[in-house]
Each structure stands twice: as structure tokens, then as C-alpha cells.
């Protein structure tokens, strides 16, 4: 298993995957960098890298009483990206993860971040539309913005 130990001596849990251009993926709140896996398999086979971490407190992370709030959140992923030397990379963020990336750029600037930084901030975390919204971030990293109708929900 790959970790990361924090400032805080918080050991955090991540993978890395693939060579080419990096893409930072967030996970939301009640779930983890295991619910990307499928969009990572996808992204790697196109020539991206890609790094998901599991934020403190989440699965294999460790589960430490302070430190579970956005600054904190935004502290560990900065630690994550300069441990791999991640530069330029295009930030994904599903609901509470977007709340990464967005505290990442507001506490520590976006010198690791591409300008065309893509953010996906999510109301509901319903099985059916997270599939719907990742089959978009992939079409928009394939550059093309067709959904990928297979993914949606048979009603």
C-alpha cells in the first residue's frame, strides 16, 4: 500500500497509476479513492496518470480525532502532490472533494494545477447520477463531450 505521512504524522493512503498527464481525483465525503477506480482504469489506458487519495479518517487512512476539516484536507493533498511531484495537474473533485481542490488552490495557490482545472461539485451522491457525472469528466478528459449514454440508469 502507498502512504503519505502528514504533518501531523496522519499516515494517508493513495494510488498513483499511469504515466502522461496527471489527474488529481477527490472523493466525496462518504465515500473513497476506491469509488474512482473504474474512471482511473479508463484514464490510464488513454495515457493519463492518475492519483487518488484516500483522505484522513477514510478507509485506510488513518483515523486521527483532529485535523477532519477542509483546511486540514487541503493541507494532507498539497503534502500528497509535492511528495510526487505533481505538477499541472487537472484536479477532479466529486462533492466534499471538490471542497479539496477548491481549499487546495485558496490555501496553497495553483501552481500544481492546470488552468483548465475541472471541479465537480454534487448535491446528491445517488449511484446512478455519480455514474452519469464521472462518464462526463471522461468524455471532457478524452476531449470529447459526448456522455456516454451506456452509463446512464435504465428507468
Known sequence: M????????????????GKGHQI?????????????????????????????????????????STGNEMDTYADDLVELLKKLDIKKAVSVGFS???????????RHGSKRVTKDDVQIHVDAVCEPKR??????????????????????PKR
Open 131 to 152: 455514474k452519469i457525472v464521472v462518464g462526463l469528466v471522461g468524455a471532457y478528459l478524452a476531449n470529447t463531450f459526448e456522455p456516454k449514454l451506456h452509463q446512464q
Open 96 to 106: 466534499t472533494g471538490g471542497g479539496d481542490v477548491t481549499r487546495n488552490i485558496g
Open 24 to 64: 488529481v481525483l477527490c472523493h466525496s465525503w462518504l465515500l473513497s479513492s476506491g469509488n474512482w477506480e473504474s474512471q482511473m482504469v479508463y484514464l490510464v489506458s488513454k495515457g493519463y496518470r492518475c492519483i487518488a487519495h484516500r483522505r484522513r479518517g477514510h478507509g485506510w487512512s488513518d483515523q486521527p
Open 2 to 17: 502507498s502512504m503519505i505521512t502528514a504533518k501531523d504524522g496522519t499516515k494517508l493512503f493513495y494510488k498513483d497509476w
